[in-house]
């Protein structure tokens, strides 16, 4: 758009969302303008680009091949990145113009590499329209909410002794239940996050204050990238070394997604024990997941996005043998300290992780008795 994009904007701002505008990067710039800030500002309206880049050292206005010039593109591509702009980019290479392919051919190939190294940080979609909120159908099935939204009511830190709430650590705000970390993960390794940020985190696991027995609970979730949560059921803090049956919230970017057994430690998997192999069912950082857990009885049934992704017997011979397999094999213990089978509790609580290395969000927290 010329001369800039304000201009542009001021245009069409209040036309229809689908009418929008051109961004010329080489005209943003030649106006003291930050093409990136430019486009993170008015992101959703920009339709096509330009890009072209100016020579070095020089008045705005000579064309050189795209690496080579005063602009900086991979902050360009990077903006773009970040507001999710699917449209058309045009690559200018205006010189040279009886003789340009090798640069038009060096312009092609700095634009790939630069798009190819970019990481899209995903963008957090809201809550979803209607959150924590029963419908007609779910009332009448006797479903209730097992978290209002909007405060704590029913909910308890394990830190407390599962006598209060947490008082720092989680967030709620616009619908959603969120953990603070105090670390964080880079390349597959663990570092503290500042001072100042691991204040607010640290609120540990969090519980309901009912305990459960037959029971159906629904849940959403919005992972973080390297995120690692979970829910876990038939919670007892005095049993099991406070170690229980967990439905795993995990993005697989995260250093634990590759270990266990078969995949036993992602997505809906019982975690460390049995595997839900439904990467082609979770949805990345971000999006929404509905999660499910269903137990009567002794049996239990995972599901991710409207889809049973696993289910097995508690306390038959083949769910003995898939504990002593896994970490747990030596975990059981009553309240005395003495052995007992593991994952065999009649009744506990439902928890919600706090792995205090990840952000994960919760909504729609939904449980029904059976």
Same mark, same amino acid.
């Given at each position: 758009?010329?001369?800039?994009?304000?201009? *542009?904007?001021?245009?069409?701002?209040?036309? +229809?969302?689908?009418?929008?505008?051109?961004?010329?990067?080489? %005209?943003?710039?030649?106006?003291?303008?930050?093409?990136?800030?430019?486009?993170?500002?008015?992101?959703?309206?920009?339709?096509?680009?330009?890009?072209?880049?100016?020579?070095?050292?020089?008045?705005?206005?000579?064309?050189?091949p795209?690496?080579r010039?005063?602009?900086?593109?991979?902050?360009?591509?990077?903006a773009? /990145?970040?507001?999710?702009?699917? *449209?058309?980019?045009?690559?200018?290479?205006?010189?040279?113009?009886?003789?340009?392919?090798?640069?038009?051919?060096?312009?092609?190939?700095?634009?790939?590499?630069?798009?190819?190294?970019?990481?899209?940080?995903?963008?957090?979609?809201?809550?979803?329209?209607?959150?924590?909120?029963?419908?007609?159908?779910?009332?009448?099935?006797?479903?209730?909410?097992?978290?209002?939204?909007?405060?704590f009511d029913?909910?308890?830190?394990? &830190?407390?002794?599962?006598?209060?709430?947490?008082?720092?650590?989680?967030?709620?705000?616009?619908?959603?239940l969120?953990?603070?970390?105090?670390?964080?993960?880079?390349?597959?390794?663990?570092?503290?996050?500042?001072?100042?940020?691991?204040?607010?985190?640290? *609120?540990?696991?969090?519980?309901?204050?009912?305990?459960?027995?037959?029971?159906a609970? &629904?849940?959403?979730?919005?992972?973080?990238?390297?995120?690692?949560?979970?829910?876990?059921?038939?919670?007892?803090?005095?049993?099991?070394?406070?170690?229980?049956?967990?439905?795993?919230?995990?993005?697989? *970017?995260?250093?634990?997604?590759?270990?266990?057994?078969?995949?036993?430690?992602?997505?809906?998997?019982?975690? +460390?024990?049995?595997? /839900?192999h439904?990467?082609?069912?979770? &949805?990345?950082?971000?999006?929404?997941?509905?999660?499910?857990?269903?137990?009567?009885?002794?049996?239990?049934?995972? %599901?991710?996005?409207?889809? &049973?992704?696993l289910?097995?017997?508690?306390?038959?011979?083949?769910?003995? /043998?898939?504990?002593?397999?896994?970490?747990? /094999?030596? %975990?059981?213990? +009553?309240?005395?300290?003495?052995?007992?089978d %593991?994952g065999?509790?009649?009744?506990?609580?439902?928890?919600?992780?706090?792995?205090?290395?990840?952000?994960?969000?919760?909504?729609?927290?939904?449980?029904?008795?059976?």
């Amino acid at each position: 758009m010329y001369p800039d994009v304000e201009y *542009g904007w001021n245009l069409v701002k209040d036309l +229809d969302p689908r009418v929008g505008f051109c961004i010329d990067v080489g %005209w943003e710039y030649g106006c003291d303008k930050d093409p990136a800030e430019t486009i993170r500002k008015y992101g959703d309206r920009i339709y096509d680009a330009h890009i072209k880049n100016f020579k070095k050292d020089a008045p705005n206005g000579k064309s050189v091949p795209l690496p080579r010039g005063k602009i900086d593109l991979v902050k360009v591509f990077q903006a773009f /990145a970040e507001v999710g702009y699917a *449209g058309v980019c045009s690559l200018e290479y205006e010189s040279d113009f009886e003789d340009n392919l090798l640069a038009v051919v060096e312009c092609i190939g700095y634009e790939r590499g630069v798009c190819d190294a970019i990481k899209v940080k995903a963008k957090m979609k809201p809550a979803p329209e209607g959150a924590n909120t029963l419908t007609d159908a779910e009332k009448a099935d006797g479903w209730v909410l097992a978290w209002d939204g909007k405060t704590f009511d029913g909910w308890l830190a394990v &830190k407390s002794g599962c006598k209060a709430p947490p008082e720092k650590g989680w967030v709620i705000k616009d619908g959603t239940l969120t953990m603070r970390p105090v670390n964080g993960i880079a390349n597959g390794n663990w570092f503290p996050l500042p001072p100042e940020d691991q204040k607010l985190g640290g *609120g540990g696991d969090i519980v309901t204050a009912k305990k459960y027995r037959d029971f159906a609970f &629904k849940f959403d979730f919005r992972l973080t990238e390297c995120a690692n949560s979970g829910v876990k059921y038939f919670y007892d803090e005095t049993l099991n070394k406070g170690t229980c049956e967990e439905y795993q919230v995990l993005e697989n *970017g995260h250093p634990d997604s590759d270990k266990g057994k078969d995949g036993n430690r992602k997505s809906a998997s019982l975690y +460390d024990i049995i595997s /839900a192999h439904a990467d082609s069912i979770l &949805k990345g950082p971000g999006e929404w997941n509905s999660g499910m857990i269903v137990s009567k009885g002794a049996h239990v049934e995972h %599901w991710l996005n409207g889809v &049973k992704v696993l289910e097995y017997d508690r306390g038959t011979p083949a769910f003995k /043998a898939a504990v002593k397999a896994s970490k747990y /094999a030596d %975990w059981g213990v +009553d309240a005395d300290g003495k052995p007992q089978d %593991w994952g065999e509790i009649p009744e506990g609580r439902i928890l919600l992780q706090d792995h205090s290395d990840s952000t994960v969000s919760f909504c729609n927290l939904k449980v029904k008795e059976l």
